[in-house]
């Protein structure tokens, strides 16, 4: 498509004075160049494609960066960052050095508040909205949460709340059915109630045009209309939910209508208490089937994020082993469903990230025993803990970055009562091009910390099913195993699992000489090619594979004080109450004098970028533990 309008769109302020055809010329320029644009590259797109008429709506009739618009998640961000004036830049979305996937407070003064985890907008809101009348200020507040959020605690918290303030804020639930899959649970069932309710929203439209016909005591008659419609609310829409939380909820309306949106947003931008507004959107509107169910789901799900084509496509060298192997949530996936066959007592749980974590073959397979509460890890680790107390074995799969989410529930519901919950997290350590929001960063350092739990991470694929198989073996309290957003390196689909000893490490490469390298996770390999390299050097090196990172293996590190004068530690987390520390600590406590290296993530929110580009320049690689050990051995100096 020859694109017209939008290049000259610099601002939001350039929307406002498009006449209505324009407005509609504007909304498939966008959605034309967004689609363009992210096949090439890669990113979220179907989420964007959604909201396209809604973002154009919104930025027409709200005098914004004045009045702020909160955006839930920023995956539906794309459209609002192209009409605030990064169109130039927006080839470098999610590119190392460029914009951000996600709305960014340091990108633009548009985003009002930035985020990459789900259900946080209206909480936010609220505090925006509050902060106004602390400050005396005169602007509009709207939050855009998808019913995907919305299945999140975290927003009927912060509903409760803003209804109790009478916060003045608009809370507009984008409901497209889903999140990253197609949303489950009760919430769901009541907004399809809403939807398909033809009596209510007939008789509704019916009063509202009676209303607008009469001239003469209109505010009276309307005052009655509105009583009349509440009561049948009250008689056909289940519960009344919004309303009973103190919102005035309007709706269902299409939200791809732009002059219907343009409208109804027009009319209830200056209410004084909160209001909801309910658009019905289709994922992905553009690309995906929009008229066979199934085919819709698939699409929505296919297209939620996609790759970057190949002349995009960043090439960064691999080992053909590497690409052979599959990525550790495959793995994690055919593991589950292997252990499904053989143990009964066993079952899965994730928040919303069936495809995410691998659980797809599991989901089909074992349907009774698999779980997703939707986007409510809290929920789920609970939910866990309760399943543990009853002999059944839940098996909990949540990225690293989403399970922060849930901390208290860790401690409270499952460490402190001792309950064997295996939780596997995916995307520990670098995430990738998603960013600081999902880098798993920080596990390591705070699961350590919690009394009785078993903190693990394995070196492929392999032992992967050794450690899970050991941690449904454990029954001593929550068990943890952390891999990485990438390949297993090493699976063998007919292999046997093996019981491993709690607190055991494994010796890859033994040495007499001076240096030991204690990895962990898939770090070990880079570990042991930094090893051969340097013995090219006459440097020899003791390669361990630390894949118990809690307890540690407290006779192999006694046995270090005698032998080695340099020890380097290895991890994809940050540094501070991370492995290497913990190593340390014990060493030096008992003696250790020699010279000691801690390689990880820093003390910093690490940008987004390729994985493998990112751990280079922070040293987490092969040539950083080089680096490290030939500092080390010119070095006699204590570096910890």
């Not at 999140?152 to 918290?157: H, Q, T």
């Not at 919430?187 to 509202?208: A, G, M, S």
Request: net charge negative.
């Amino acid at each position: 498509m020859q694109l017209k309008i939008l290049p000259k769109i610099k601002s939001p302020a350039d929307i406002r004075d498009l006449s209505d055809s324009e407005l509609l010329q504007l909304s498939d320029e966008v959605r034309s160049f967004t689609i363009e644009t992210i096949t090439e590259i890669g990113g979220h797109l179907a989420p964007t494609l959604g909201v396209i008429e809604l973002t154009v709506a919104l930025h027409k009739v709200f005098d914004t960066p004045k009045d702020k618009i909160i955006w839930d998640v920023g995956h539906q961000g794309y459209a609002h960052k192209i009409l605030t004036g990064r169109l130039d830049k927006f080839n470098t979305i999610r590119r190392m050095g460029g914009l951000s996937g996600f709305l960014k407070r340091s990108e633009s003064e548009y985003d009002v508040f930035g985020a990459g985890h789900a259900s946080t907008s209206i909480s936010a809101a609220v505090g925006v909205a509050e902060a106004q009348k602390h400050n005396g200020d005169n602007f509009r507040v709207v939050s855009v949460i998808g019913d995907g959020s919305m299945t999140g605690g975290l927003a009927f918290e912060a509903m409760n709340n803003a209804g109790h303030l009478k916060s003045p804020m608009i809370v507009i639930l984008n409901d497209n059915e889903m999140s990253i899959s197609p949303n489950v649970g009760a919430l769901n069932t009541y907004l399809t109630k809403i939807v398909t309710n033809p009596i209510y929203n007939q008789i509704r439209t019916e009063i509202w045009e009676i209303a607008g016909k009469i001239t003469f005591g209109r505010k009276s008659i309307q005052k009655a209309l509105r009583k009349v419609e509440e009561s049948l609310k009250s008689f056909l829409v289940p519960g009344m939910l919004f309303e009973e939380l103190g919102f005035r909820y309007f709706g269902p309306i299409d939200g791809h209508d732009l002059p219907e949106l343009v409208s109804t947003l027009d009319r209830i931008k200056d209410l004084k208490s909160p209001a909801l507004l309910h658009v019905l959107t289709k994922k992905g509107k553009g690309m995906v089937s929009t008229n066979v169910d199934d085919e819709y789901y698939l699409d929505a799900v296919k297209f939620h994020a996609v790759k970057p084509n190949k002349k995009a496509e960043v090439k960064i060298e691999t080992s053909q082993a590497v690409k052979n192997a599959p990525v550790f949530q495959d793995v994690f996936g055919a593991i589950v469903c292997e252990v499904a066959r053989n143990r009964k007592d066993t079952v899965c749980i994730t928040a919303a990230m069936r495809e995410g974590t691998g659980l797809v073959p599991y989901a089909k397979e074992f349907s009774d025993r698999y779980y997703d509460v939707g986007i409510a890890e809290g929920h789920g680790v609970t939910f866990a803990a309760g399943l543990a107390t009853q002999n059944v074995r839940p098996i909990v799969a949540i990225y690293s970055t989403f399970l922060q989410r849930a901390y208290d529930h860790i401690i409270h519901d499952a460490a402190i009562q001792h309950l064997p919950v295996v939780f596997c997290m995916d995307r520990a350590g670098i995430a990738g091009e998603d960013g600081p929001t999902h880098h798993g960063a920080l596990d390591i350092a705070y699961l350590k910390c919690i009394q009785d739990m078993v903190v693990t991470a394995p070196k492929d694929g392999n032992e992967l099913r050794n450690l899970l198989y050991s941690g449904l073996d454990y029954s001593q309290g929550p068990f943890s195993i952390r891999y990485p957003k990438a390949s297993s390196i090493n699976f063998d689909q007919a292999g046997q699992a093996e019981l491993l000893s709690i607190g055991n490490w494994e010796v890859c490469r033994k040495s007499t000489g001076k240096t030991v390298i204690l990895s962990v996770g898939p770090q070990v390999f880079d570990g042991l090619t930094a090893a051969d390299n340097l013995s090219n050097q006459n440097i020899e090196c003791e390669v361990v594979n630390c894949r118990f990172i809690k307890p540690m293996d407290y006779a192999y590190l006694q046995s270090i004080i005698g032998r080695f004068e340099n020890v380097v530690t290895v991890e994809e987390g940050v540094k501070t109450g991370g492995f290497g520390e913990g190593v340390a600590a014990w060493l030096v406590t008992n003696g250790f004098k020699g010279n000691i290296s801690i390689i990880s993530l820093p003390d910093e929110f690490v940008e987004h970028g390729p994985r493998d580009m990112l751990l280079e320049k922070w040293g987490v690689n092969q040539k950083g533990i080089e680096n490290s050990i030939l500092s080390l051995n010119e070095s006699v100096k204590l570096q910890y």
